[in-house]
């Protein structure tokens, strides 16, 4: 997602990275981004730069920006990633005024209309022109007082998305443990239309994620909590992304290969790495 928001704003600016402790798939995607300079070191990218816009793992948002602060920079720094409303909070303090809540909604923008980068803060409404023109569809949400409206909103909508699938990948497995999967695939295809495909291309697209999926409803499961709403739901689509994280780069594994993973249990979760 990082390269392409780089690339959407390439036009508009000279745009960075920083390739020091990153595998070579990342260095990769960089590279295939026309006009993204790489800086070397988080420090030079710093010095260098007006705005960062942090796109990571939700579990390494709050290191980033400590990073990030501890070199001294002073531009405008937008936090997008899937954090609940309470990890926003501990990385906005460190930059004040110049930190902009950000949520991304969608796929990679290579075409228009497909994925949005939603907005929050005193000077989210000045980054907007950055995307201008772009496949990125950029939207400034009302800052409040309190709370954090942009992650707040992407935490809603994955709770959904990606809790929905987590949901259905256990529905599979426990019909499966029961050997009645054939026949619940059966009923589906009279009584819920769309479901048995949906389930094969879950396995494909959420496999070789979920090693960032269980973080994300790590923090869905914070932000349920702090609003006073039940948890647990996201709690298990934790334990199951968790269990599934062995799937990293894994090019599409089939419903067979998650359900063989997940029928194991615990002791066969991946380690994200």
Request: aromatic fraction near 6%.
């Given at each position: 997602?990082?390269?392409?928001?780089?690339?959407?704003?390439?036009?508009?600016?000279?745009?960075?990275?920083?390739?020091?402790g990153r595998s070579?798939a990342?260095?990769?995607?960089?590279?295939a981004?026309v006009g993204?300079?790489?800086?070397?070191?988080l420090p030079?990218l710093?010095?260098?730069?007006?705005?960062?816009v942090?796109?990571?793992?939700?579990?390494?948002?709050?290191?980033?920006?400590?990073?990030?602060?501890?070199?001294?920079?002073?531009?405008?720094?937008?936090?997008a990633n899937?954090?609940?409303?309470?990890?926003?909070?501990?990385v906005?303090a460190r930059?004040g005024?110049?930190?902009?809540?950000?949520?991304v909604?969608g796929?990679?923008?290579e075409r228009?209309?497909?994925?949005?980068?939603?907005l929050a803060?005193?000077?989210?409404?000045g980054?907007a022109?950055l995307?201008a023109?772009?496949?990125?569809?950029?939207?400034?949400?009302?800052?409040?007082?309190?709370?954090a409206?942009?992650?707040?909103?992407?935490?809603?909508?994955a709770?959904?998305?990606?809790g929905?699938?987590?949901?259905?990948l256990?529905?599979?497995?426990?019909?499966?443990?029961?050997g009645?999967?054939?026949a619940?695939?059966?009923?589906?295809?009279?009584?819920?239309?769309?479901?048995?495909e949906?389930?094969?291309?879950?396995?494909?697209?959420?496999?070789p994620?979920?090693?960032?999926?269980?973080?994300?409803m790590?923090?869905?499961?914070?932000?349920?909590a702090?609003a006073?709403?039940?948890?647990?739901?996201?709690?298990?689509?934790?334990?199951?992304y968790?269990r599934l994280?062995?799937?990293?780069?894994?090019p599409?594994?089939?419903?067979?290969?998650?359900?063989?993973?997940l029928?194991?249990?615990?002791?066969?979760?991946?380690?994200?790495?």
């Amino acid at each position: 997602m990082g390269a392409s928001l780089a690339s959407c704003a390439v036009g508009a600016a000279e745009c960075l990275w920083v390739s020091a402790g990153r595998s070579p798939a990342t260095a990769a995607r960089a590279a295939a981004v026309v006009g993204l300079a790489d800086a070397g070191d988080l420090p030079t990218l710093c010095r260098r730069s007006h705005v960062i816009v942090s796109i990571c793992p939700p579990s390494a948002a709050d290191e980033v920006a400590e990073r990030v602060a501890a070199t001294g920079f002073d531009g405008v720094y937008v936090d997008a990633n899937a954090v609940s409303p309470a990890t926003a909070a501990r990385v906005g303090a460190r930059f004040g005024d110049r930190y902009v809540d950000g949520g991304v909604i969608g796929p990679p923008a290579e075409r228009p209309g497909t994925t949005r980068l939603y907005l929050a803060g005193p000077q989210a409404a000045g980054l907007a022109p950055l995307w201008a023109g772009s496949a990125l569809d950029v939207r400034v949400l009302a800052a409040t007082a309190e709370g954090a409206p942009a992650s707040t909103l992407k935490m809603a909508y994955a709770a959904w998305t990606k809790g929905s699938n987590a949901l259905l990948l256990a529905v599979n497995a426990l019909a499966d443990q029961a050997g009645a999967l054939d026949a619940l695939r059966a009923e589906w295809e009279l009584s819920q239309p769309g479901l048995r495909e949906r389930s094969d291309r879950v396995a494909a697209g959420s496999g070789p994620k979920a090693w960032r999926f269980e973080g994300e409803m790590a923090e869905i499961a914070a932000t349920m909590a702090a609003a006073g709403l039940p948890d647990g739901f996201h709690r298990g689509a934790e334990e199951l992304y968790r269990r599934l994280a062995g799937f990293k780069d894994h090019p599409g594994p089939a419903l067979v290969e998650i359900l063989a993973v997940l029928a194991s249990g615990p002791a066969a979760s991946g380690d994200g790495g």
